[in-house]
């Protein structure tokens, strides 16, 4: 996957949150709600545990965190493989690198609880009791001065510009442009 889509140069929450009802509605859960920011937390001692906790590579990286929490209602087999999907977006590979299989997400806590309505519990699939699973996460976005280029531009380096040059000049002056004087001068 490109780092583009993994970790975009703007928040994409539009794509963030179609990714996330594709999955859930390919394990059968109901996308409830999205929560933007530091804000999602709704005590005061989560936030301040979730602090103490080491930052990930990404935010280490210098990629800019936006935490969410993302709120799923479903059977507990249906949210489990929810879960587990999730989970698969970002995978280390033997090579000890990472391969992103879509949004760029680290997972700080996943809970199930009952579902709160007494309709929502009793209709799940089969008489499966409906639960409500909440996950507190983290997506990234490329710092505003970085984007997707890194500072590179489509002009070649400056140390570059003499060796194009030797090679104008060379094939200029030769009496007959032959290719291998060109492919002497370009490394």
């Known amino acids: 996957m490109s780092l583009g889509k993994a970790v975009p140069p703007g928040r994409e929450v539009p794509s963030l949150v179609y990714q996330l009802a594709q999955a859930s509605n390919q394990k059968h859960v109901e996308f409830s709600s999205i929560v933007s920011g530091s804000g ?15 930052a990930p590579a990404a935010a280490l990286a210098g990629f800019t965190q936006m935490p969410f929490t993302f ?5 507990f087999s249906d949210l489990y493989h929810l879960f587990q999907q999730l ?3 970002t995978v280390r590979t033997a090579s000890g690198g990472l391969e992103v299989n ?13 579902a709160t309505t007494g ?7 089969g008489g499966a009791e409906q639960l409500t699973g909440t996950i507190t ?25 003499g060796s194009s040059t030797t090679v104008a000049s060379s094939a ?8 291998p004087a060109i492919a002497r001068v370009i490394p």
């Open 71 to 75: 709120v799923f209602n479903g059977t």
């Open 87 to 89: 989970d698969r977006f």
């Open 172 to 179: 200029a002056g030769a009496s007959s442009p032959t290719a």
């Open 137 to 161: 996460a983290t997506a990234y976005v490329l710092p505003a001065a970085q984007g997707l280029t890194g500072g590179a531009t489509s002009a070649s380096p400056s140390g570059s510009a």
């Open 119 to 125: 309709a929502e519990a009793s209709s799940g699939k």
């Open 102 to 114: 879509g949004r760029l997400l680290t997972i700080q806590s996943a809970k199930l609880a009952p």
């Open 40 to 54: 999602a937390s709704s005590s005061g001692s989560s936030s301040s545990a979730a602090s103490a906790t080491p």
